[in-house]
Every structure is written in structure tokens, then in C-alpha cells.
């Protein structure tokens, strides 16, 4: 948890109508006599330099064996047809069975998988009810032996990760069957939730206990710019006196921001799912006081299990509670923008391999008619097995009518990870909405209140009611320049002074941002390139909100601090605030439309083309400038040096809120680093449902 996604430059191939490049990292060698090789099955960082040692023989083996969609290029039309106002089919949407009908693997394609896998040793765990996949469980050497390859030792992204030394193959009998293998490589391990408090100095987290302790800095502001700071030997943008950082939005402010207190909806009726791994034993609790505080309605929620996912003790690389804040954070943000809404978890008991498991359960149960994902991998260099999996699992997705909400990355244009932009998986797939991440000042609608930070977790207080606006958004590429602290400086009441000077020149170091750019691996799908123009691959995001952990959401959670265990709030970002808050949004248009609207991208471009109020236009470049010497927003922050309090000392720093340094910039109309913009209101409604 608090840590942006990691690196994976797996390799990475995936098949159907939206593939853009079909080519592996590593050339796959030539499959044995009666046996073809699976394209793609050796990630790129499994090669001969960073191969330390054999793995050993029995060492347990978790994998699914994937089947392809029968008639694949129908399903993924199927699922733009019933999506795509205009169509003859939209918003006719396919029952789970009429979909496993058409589309499923036939039964004795999975019985041929079984007994492959039995037959070398491999126990069978489970097969669900659309055929995607037969899971198994064995060793290392029974792995060998049925999938034809040596499986490896690599040092990779500092770790040490298990992969195959060539390319996986199969019986020359199951061409055709199985599509892909996860499990054989840990790839997966580098899965990671997309949040950040953007402190930078997050403590390590004690196996299997609460989250460890963090609060937002004080001095903080209750709304943007309640407090500001003289710097007056820092001058930055034109200016000397900066805003102080925001504490944190309580849900009244966010739903102010895109003009939920507008309407009457709340997202009563739906049922919006959102996804983990492991489970908070405090997640009840702790959303039920985090909404008593700031007035929002008791949630409800439920937590269960996707059946055949791997029950194995925890190891060092499954840190239960580094996933809690992030479970504990999307309930939050989805109760913020639809707190009519009904909320449902499904976990993986194990940390990021069953996370296919647990969409494709909500999916082909229809659990939901909206999806939230806040995980996915840096970049598009992703095990085949995963890209196969999950886009094929969307497409059943968008078919049955569930809207999948994906975090964009909290990585920005991801070249301080790869050398080169690009965009990551798994919001990248043309049958998701991609969400990216803006900061947002948020103020009074009317006379600001004189108030106390005791007035954050007063349900009665202004701060939790009606009476907030957005005064301006733009996009999410934080800047992070330090303001070196000096004996005069004043910060424990008004007027707040910093004599320091920035230690580097603006915009300082990149620190986080939302992630976006053009995809190498998909395709530009047809409802896109009608609205915004041709690309040479799939824009990333569609739509963008509340991201950046300067500007970012209030939260609440049993945390483990030094002197106890209990809840108390904190100020977080990242994309996986923005995907929830997204979703619940879409709870809120549902019920408005009287009927689930699934996925949104088709009617979010068409209602973008004719130009209305839909879209807050996210439009930094025009508002405030691109450069250095331009007046760009930013904000100063204070942070505790323990991450609990003042007693251990405080540290400075100015946080330009869309950093001009990277290649991501908000600009008029559509662009890659907040799509075609943020919800606007009721605009935003009566443009989708229309």
C-alpha cells in the first residue's frame, strides 16, 4: 500500500480484434516434436544475465490454463454492438448464459485441458461455469514435464522471480485449446495497487497487521487555499505566497467538485464491485465511521471469496496489510459519489495471482453492473497469460452490460521506469473505461466559514454539507521541489513563514502522476478515433478525477501507530481514488437512466463529439500556462518526518500540481493526460443517458 506501481517489462502478447503488435520479447524456440509452443510464455526479464539458479523441483506451482473465446472476433463485436448508441443492439445486452452460450469453451475442450493436467500430476482446483480457464495446483517438476520447459531463478526488479527458461508448449492435441498459461512465471507478484499519499517515506508495513499509521502534515487547509504560506526567498510561478495543501477532501467537498449535490440520484439500486487482494477484518467498521463522521448514509457492503482461488499461507511477498488501505479506500470513494449504492468486495486470498479469478467471478456471475479496478502493471510488457485473461474477461464484461472502471497508472508518462512513454495494463484494453487523475481546488460556493480541523469529523460541521464547487482542475504530474527548512521559519499558527529556498529549480523531481499516452499493444477502437481523431493505438485515459495526494481524498482506517491501534483519517491520491470515485459516478447515471448503461465509452466519446457540457475541460495549458515562468498552481506541503507527528519533525516541500517536465499536459479538448475531461454535474448525466 502507499507506493505507486511497480516496473514489469514482461514480455507480452494477447489476441483478438483489438491487438495492435503480436510479438514476444524473447524468441521463442522451436517446440518439441508433437508439442506447439505458446507465443509470448517467456517474459522479457527472464533471460540467460539475470539467471541465478534452477528453480527447485518442488517448489508448489499455482496455475490457470486459459482457453480462448469460441468465435472471438463475434464476442469482442458483440460487446461494441450492445455498448454503442446507434446500434441496433444497444443496451440489449447478454444474459451470463446466453454469453457462455455463443462464446464459452466447449466442455470437452476443458475436459481435454483436465485430463492433460491430471495426467502429469497436476490436482485440478477449478473451472468456472464460462469454461475460461482450468486452475491447477503441483511442483515445479511436474510443471517441467507437462509444459515442456525448465523453469528458472531471476533476479528481477529486486526480487528474485520464478519463470521459464523458453517458451511454454503444449500437446500438439491442445492447439487451439489453450490460448495461455499464468502461474508458470511470477510476473503477477509485480501487480500493484495504484494509490500514494505521496509522502515518499511510508513505513514498513509488519506482516499481517493493520496498515501503519499515517496523517496528513499540519499545518493543512480545510478547502483550497484556506491557508496559505509567505516563502518569500522561494518565489515560484510569479508568486511568494503559496496555498497550504489541503488536509484532505471530505466526501461533501468531492461530491461538490462534480456536482453531485446537483442531483438526486445517490446510486440506489446498483451494486458496484470492486476488487484485492486479501480483506480487511476493519473494513465495516471503519467505512461505517467514516461515514457516520461525514455524514454520509451506514454502507453496505459485502466481502466474499471467488471460489478456486489458491488457499496457501502467506509468504514474505504477501503482506496482508499492505492491500487493507487500498480495499478500505475504494469502499470509501464509491460511497462517496453513490452512497445509495450497495458495495461489494471479492478478494483473493492470495496476494495478486488470483486477481483474474476474482473479476471473472464478478463478471460471469453478474454480481455487478459495475466494476472498480485500482491494480494493474507499469507498462504494456505484461505475461501473456494476464493480457489474454483479463481483456478477454471484459469482453464478456461490456456483452453482459458491467461497466469495468481501471486506474490509469500513478506513474504519469512511465519514462522514469521505461526510458520511453508508454501506457499501462490494464487500463489500456478497449473494453475498459481508462480513468485518469487530476488536482482539483475546491471551494466554498459561498462565504468560506471560520472553522477549527475539528470541524474535518463533525458530521454538522460545513466541511460535511452541501456548499462546495470546483474552482479549477487540472491534471495530475506532481512536481516535488523540498524547501529546506530554516530557525525562522514560522508554521505553528498564522501567518504562516518559510524563509528557505527550493533546493532545485522548478518543477523539482517527478513524483507521481496519472497515466496516459498511446498503447503499443491495442489498437485504436473505432468509437474513440470517431471522436477525438486517428492515433497509432489506443488513447489512454477516457475520463479523468480526483487523483493527486496533494489535493486528494480524505480516508479513514484502523491504522497501527506507536501508541495503539485505531482509526484515524489520512489525506491519499492516486488513480485508484479516481477509479472508484468514477465508478460510483456511473452508479449514479445508472439509476438516473433507470437501467444500467455498461460500459461507457462509446456514449462517454459520443456525448464528448457534440461538443456540450458533459466534460469539465481539464485545460491547464490554456488556463494557467505550460512553462516554468507561467503562474502554474501549486501548493505547499508539510509533512511529519514519522508520518504520525509533529514530535518527530516536519518537512517541507512545493508541489506543482501538473508538473510542465513530462509529456502528459492538459490542454483543450481530449487529451492524454485526463481524456475528454472530468464529470460536470447534471451536464454530465443528461449527456450519457440521452
Known amino acids: 500500500m502507499r507506493t505507486t506501481s511497480r516496473t514489469l517489462r514482461a514480455a507480452a502478447v494477447t489476441a483478438g480484434a483489438a491487438l495492435l503488435f503480436a510479438a514476444a520479447a524473447a524468441t521463442p524456440a522451436a517446440a518439441a516434436p508433437g508439442r506447439n509452443a505458446l507465443p509470448g510464455s517467456q517474459p522479457a526479464w ?7 539458479s534452477a528453480a527447485p523441483a518442488g517448489d508448489p506451482v499455482d496455475i490457470r490454463v486459459y482457453l480462448p473465446w469460441r468465435n472471438a472476433d463475434a464476442a469482442a463485436a458483440t460487446a461494441l454492438a450492445v455498448s454503442t448508441p446507434g446500434s441496433s443492439s444497444y443496451r440489449k445486452y447478454l444474459t451470463p448464459q446466453a454469453f457462455r452460450q455463443q462464446f464459452a469453451p466447449s466442455q470437452s475442450s476443458v475436459v481435454a485441458v483436465q485430463q492433460f493436467l491430471r495426467g502429469a500430476g497436476f490436482s485440478v482446483v477449478d473451472t ?23 523453469l528458472g531463478e531471476y533476479s528481477a526488479y529486486g526480487t528474485t522471480l520464478r519463470a521459464p527458461e523458453s517458451a511454454v508448449s503444449v500437446p500438439s492435441s491442445l492447439a487451439g485449446i489453450v490460448e495461455s498459461v499464468a502461474g508458470l512465471d511470477q510476473g503477477a507478484s509485480l501487480i500493484q ?7 515518499g517515506n511510508a513505513p514498513k508495513q509488519n506482516h499481517g497487521a493493520p496498515s501503519v499509521g499515517f496523517r496528513a502534515g499540519q499545518p493543512c487547509s480545510l478547502w ?7 516563502m518569500p526567498n522561494a518565489p515560484a510561478y510569479g508568486t511568494t505566497t503559496k496555498p497550504i495543501a489541503p488536509c484532505g477532501y471530505t466526501p461533501a467537498q468531492v461530491r461538490g467538485l462534480y456536482g453531485l449535490d446537483q442531483v438526486a440520484a445517490d446510486g440506489s439500486g446498483q451494486t458496484v464491485a470492486f476488487v484485492g487482494a486479501n480483506a480487511s477484518p476493519t473494513l465495516v467498521q471503519d467505512v461505517t465511521k467514516y461515514s457516520s463522521l461525514h ?4 454502507p453496505k457492503i459485502t466481502q466474499l471469496v471467488a471460489p478456486g482461488v489458491y488457499k496457501h499461507p502467506d509468504t514474505p511477498q504477501q503482506v496482508p496489510g499492505d492491500y487493507y488501505g487500498e480495499e478500505t479506500l475504494d469502499a470509501e470513494a464509491i460511497h462517496t459519489t453513490a452512497p445509495g449504492a450497495n458495495l461489494l468486495y471479492v478478494a483473493s486470498a492470495n496476494a495478486r495471482q488470483d486477481f483474474d479469478a476474482s473479476v471473472n467471478h464478478i463478471v460471469d456471475k453478474h454480481l455487478a453492473s459495475i466494476l472498480s479496478i485500482s491494480y494493474g502493471f507499469a507498462g504494456e510488457a505484461v505475461p501473456q497469460g494476464f493480457v489474454n485473461s483479463l481483456n478477454n474477461t471484459f469482453i464478456e464484461a461490456a456483452a453482459t452490460g458491467v ?4 486506474s490509469s497508472g500513478d506513474s504519469g508518462d512511465e519514462v522514469g521506469n521505461f526510458g520511453t512513454p508508454t501506457v499501462d495494463f490494464y487500463a489500456d484494453s478497449p473494453f475498459v473505461t481508462a480513468v485518469g487523475g487530476s488536482s482539483a481546488s475546491v471551494v466554498p460556493t459561498g462565504t468560506a466559514p471560520a472553522l477549527g480541523y475539528g470541524a474535518i469529523d463533525d458530521p454538522a460541521s460545513p466541511l460535511n454539507h452541501t456548499g462546495w464547487k470546483r474552482s479549477f482542475e487540472v491534471g495530475w504530474q506532481t512536481g516535488l521541489d523540498p524547501v529546506t527548512p530554516t530557525p525562522t521559519d514560522h508554521i505553528s499558527s498564522a501567518p504562516y513563514l518559510l524563509n528557505g529556498t527550493l533546493a532545485g529549480p522548478l518543477p523539482g523531481t517527478f513524483n507521481g502522476g496519472g497515466g496516459g499516452g498511446v498503447s503499443r499493444l491495442f489498437a485504436q477502437p473505432a468509437y474513440q478515433a470517431a471522436a477525438v481523431g486517428s492515433a497509432s493505438g489506443r488513447l489512454v485515459p477516457d475520463i479523468s478525477a480526483l487523483a493527486d495526494p496533494n489535493t486528494g481524498l480524505l480516508v479513514g482506517q484502523t491504522q497501527t501507530f506507536s501508541n495503539g491501534t485505531y482509526y484515524d483519517e489520512y489525506r491519499i491520491g492516486g488513480t485508484s481514488v479516481a477509479a472508484p470515485l468514477t465508478a460510483g ?3 449514479v447515471a445508472n ?3 433507470g437501467a444500467p448503461l455498461g460500459f461507457l465509452n462509446p456514449r462517454i466519446y459520443a456525448a464528448y463529439k457534440t461538443g456540450g457540457s458533459a466534460f469539465y475541460d481539464v485545460d491547464q495549458a490554456d488556463q494557467f500556462g505550460t512553462g516554468v515562468n507561467a503562474p502554474l498552481p501549486s501548493v505547499l506541503r508539510v509533512n511529519y518526518v514519522d508520518s504520525e507527528s509533529a514530535a518527530g519533525g516536519l518537512s517541507y516541500s512545493l508541489r506543482t500540481q501538473e508538473s510542465p517536465s513530462q509529456t502528459l499536459h492538459s490542454t483543450k479538448g481530449y487529451d492524454t493526460a485526463t481524456g475528454v475531461g472530468t464529470p460536470n454535474g447534471p451536464a454530465f448525466f443528461a449527456g450519457l443517458t440521452q
Open 193 to 199: 495497487p495504484t494509490n500514494t499519499t505521496g509522502n
Open 224 to 230: 483550497y487555499g484556506e491557508k496559505t504560506v509567505s
Open 46 to 52: 527472464a533471460n540467460a544475465k539475470a539467471l541465478r
Open 585 to 587: 459516478i456511473a452508479a
Open 128 to 150: 468456472p461455469s464460462n469454461n475460461r480457464y482450468v486452475s491447477a495446483e503441483g511442483t515445479v517438476a511436474q510443471a517441467q514435464s507437462a509444459f515442456g520447459v525448465t
Open 403 to 406: 461497466g469495468v472502471f481501471v
Open 591 to 593: 439509476q438516473v437512466a
Open 295 to 298: 455524514n454520509l448514509p451506514a
